[in-house]
């Protein structure tokens, strides 16, 4: 699907967080040791943060998401495998691969965006993910 507007920014970010956050969460029943339990949960609860500020965002940029024409910007290029079924041994690179797309969108939907005021939050989201995918490497490799 072609990402065109602002509002398809947001909600593109509100679904590949949604992701992160659902990850999370999955891996509660894995039986992860302490250092990858707090990683996971602290993803988690930064995911739910960004959600509500993604969402509060796009209600307050209404007239800037009609008036942003974007070109060029499609969510097949932040497409990943999901594995069929959750388990230890998948779930760090599956982590480090979805921290990877979703620090790249934000990288990549800042670059597309005139909004300076919400680039910048994107880009504050993109170093934030870009510490956890650093975090994940070491915790899980």
Request: charged content about 25%; overall charge negative; some cysteine.
């Amino acid at each position: 699907m072609e990402l065109t507007t602002f509002g398809n920014i947001v909600k593109h970010a509100v679904d590949l967080e949604t992701e992160l956050r659902a990850l999370s969460e999955g891996a509660a029943h894995l039986g992860l040791s302490a250092d990858r339990g707090d990683l996971l949960a602290t993803i988690g609860a930064a995911s739910a943060k960004t959600i509500k500020l993604m969402e509060r965002a796009r209600q307050e940029n209404i007239s800037e998401c009609v008036l942003e024409p974007i070109k060029g910007f499609h969510s097949e290029s932040f497409d990943f495998a999901r594995p069929a079924a959750l388990t230890a041994d998948n779930l760090g690179p599956h982590l480090v691969t979805l921290l990877t797309t979703v620090h790249r969108f934000y990288i990549e939907a800042g670059a597309k965006l005139t909004m300076h005021d919400f680039r910048g939050v994107l880009g504050r989201f993109a170093k934030e993910r870009e510490a956890f995918l650093v975090n994940a490497r070491g915790v899980f490799h």
